[in-house]
């Protein structure tokens, strides 16, 4: 009879019908878990679809909600590049047969898009720092070359601008219709998918696209460290996080038994075949609907696939678990989140310049940051992942500013190590700018025993 009531008021509990991967709860058929046994393993192919992200339905958000007497005043987007061809190619297998041109008619395609084109055909007047200047501003190839935004990457963040302009112009107002340059801040790294992937979000973001206004600055580090960049204690903790990698990797016999299939499949060394890094590629073509590559010796299945995601997905469990990754994070966004607090701090005093900051970035930039905030229930970032930070001003209060911090739509400021205990004291559903600045400005180097950046960035952690 417990188990009845139990079991009922299991069903009860409300189901938020936000997710951080903006899929529909309702696609997926829920299955009431077992109470007495573990809970089910996480589903690799299930979470290779999330990282797809596939444009298909309407994403619903929680960026811009805030109670009604609040004034948003300053919004930074940390955007990665949408979906790209591989870097990497399984050795003696044919490419993935993927077009990089872009064809309104062919989905996934978005209203916008073709209209998208003719304006970047234009574009000489902006102002695009060094090597910027030369690359593409939208993917043109019949066959993608490696690494090339693909017509699917440059509809995800189309579908990400216009989401962020509803929210963020036309709601909240935080860009007028005669906005200028100054009230932009735009980076990128050098890479063509990164810079085309900005211009999209931007295409449908601001309330005219005018190539006069666009400023995009080049950042030649995929951490963004800037001019801070020498931090000898950060690259011995990547090297000690990678150790760890491997030796989870040699470990795991399910795995290794694979990669010697496939490599018999292909025809090349196990050794060989691990270097090229064979999920970059498998992802590709499960994300596009495209069959594994086959030989003479047989074909790459679904399995191979399921043991090479799944693996990844446990070593990014154990990453958490292991501290090395956080270590590195803490040193390798220090400049990066210095940057976005000086910016806030800014504003917050009345400064009216770079309300709306956009940079343009790799997976391996989003993820360090996730983990130095301390969101480890954040998943790996997906393609055209966004992590948006939030500045807003108490109308009741004027001189107290609070921050939101959202991850894919989610709100994930309550999720971060200096704001966790927050809410439990606060009837605001925000953390106050001051907890956000001294984490950045001192707590991020307690683990460090120390008290600066510099310092360190040259001393072992405690």
């Known amino acids: 009879a417990w188990l009845c009531v139990l079991s009922l008021a299991v069903h009860l509990i409300p189901v938020n019908p936000v997710r951080e991967d903006g899929l529909n709860p309702k696609s997926r058929k829920r299955i009431m878990p077992d109470l007495l046994t573990e809970p089910p393993a ?60 872009l064809v309104p008619s062919r989905k996934p395609s978005h209203p916008q898009l073709e209209a ?67 009230q932009l801040y735009l980076e990128t790294t050098g890479k063509s998918r990164t810079l085309q992937s900005a211009l999209a979000l931007l295409y449908t973001f601001l309330p005219d696209f005018d190539w006069k206004k666009i400023t995009m600055r080049h950042q030649w580090s995929t951490i963004f460290c800037s001019g801070s960049c020498d931090c000898p204690m950060r690259n011995h903790y990547l090297e000690e996080e990678q150790r760890r990698q491997y030796s989870l990797r040699v470990k795991n016999n399910d795995l290794e038994k694979i990669y010697m299939d496939m490599a018999k499949i292909v025809g090349i060394p196990t050794r060989q075949l691990r270097a090229s890094n064979p999920i970059d590629s498998l992802l590709c073509y499960f994300c596009h609907n495209v069959s594994f590559p086959c030989t003479k010796a047989g074909c790459i299945g679904m399995e191979h696939f399921r043991v090479i995601k799944r693996h990844q997905l446990e070593d990014e469990r154990e990453r958490q678990e292991k501290k090395l990754y956080f270590l590195y994070a803490l040193l390798a966004t220090h400049p990066l989140l210095n940057q976005t607090v000086n910016r806030l701090q800014r504003i917050a005093e009345g400064r009216k310049e770079e309300v709306f900051v956009l940079y343009s970035a790799h997976d391996v930039t989003l993820s360090p940051v996730l983990s130095a905030l301390g969101i480890t229930e954040a998943r790996f970032p997906r393609f055209a992942a966004r992590l ?4 807003w001003q108490d109308g009741k209060r004027p001189k107290e500013h609070f921050i939101r911090i959202l991850y894919n739509g989610a709100d994930v400021t309550f999720q971060t190590s200096f704001c966790k205990d927050h809410y439990k004291r606060s009837s605001k559903p925000m953390c106050p700018l001051e907890k956000f600045v001294s984490f950045v400005k001192r707590d991020m180097f307690l683990i460090f025993n120390s008290t600066s950046y510099y310092d360190a960035c040259r001393r072992r952690a405690l």
């Open 42 to 101: 996480i589903d690799p192919v299930y979470e290779a679809q999330v990282y797809c992200n596939i444009p298909s339905i309407a994403e619903r958000s929680m960026e811009g909600h805030a109670p009604h007497y609040f004034k948003l005043v300053a919004v930074q987007v940390l955007i990665r590049h949408g979906d790209r061809y591989p870097l990497y190619a399984i050795p003696k297998t044919k490419r993935p047969d993927i077009d990089c041109m």
């Open 116 to 182: 998208f084109m003719k304006h970047m055909s234009k574009g000489s007047a902006a102002q695009l720092d060094g090597s910027l200047s030369s690359l593409p501003r939208f993917p043109s190839h019949s066959l993608c070359e490696m690494g090339e935004l693909t017509q699917t990457g440059v509809v995800q963040h189309l579908r990400n601008g216009q989401l962020l302009r509803e929210i963020y112009i036309n709601k909240h107002k935080l860009l007028p219709s005669d906005w200028t340059a100054k």
């Open 388 to 391: 948006v930070f939030e500045l």
